[in-house]
């Protein structure tokens, strides 16, 4: 697989990682994120696959798409996965509710759509 399509991939999988999440925080408030540990441990999995994917781009496509945060994208990971006793619902809200439809809408654009059949 060429770094091309390799970045397509992983784009592919920040795009689905993110669509989850609008789909299973939608009609949640944050109370409700806080009081469902399932639906929590849900939305932190897929962050970490969005800053897990994010980390694997190439330099060069993130040096030529800045309008994506990915030194924010890799860090929320990071927090994640090795700073689990400092995470706070507010702010995975925050991501979750406000961030999340960013990266949707910053992502369409760099993701051609699935060959036709």
Do not use: C, T
């Not at 800045?66 to 995470?87: K, V």
């Not at 995975?92 to 509710?97: E, M, Q």
């Amino acid at each position: 697989m060429q770094p091309e399509e390799r970045d397509i991939a992983y784009l592919w999988d920040m795009n689905q990682a993110a669509l989850e999440i609008s789909d299973f925080i939608r009609n949640q408030s944050l109370v409700e994120v806080r009081n469902n540990r399932q639906l929590r441990y849900a939305v932190e999995r897929l962050l970490m696959i969005i800053g897990e994917a994010a980390n694997r781009v190439s330099e060069e496509f993130k040096h030529a798409h800045p309008e994506i945060p990915w030194i924010q994208i890799i860090g929320q990971r990071n927090i994640l996965a090795h700073e689990y006793g400092e995470i706070r619902v507010e702010r995975l809200w925050i991501v979750a509710a406000e961030r999340i439809p960013e990266l949707i809408s910053q992502l369409k654009p760099l993701i051609p759509p699935p060959p036709s059949i």
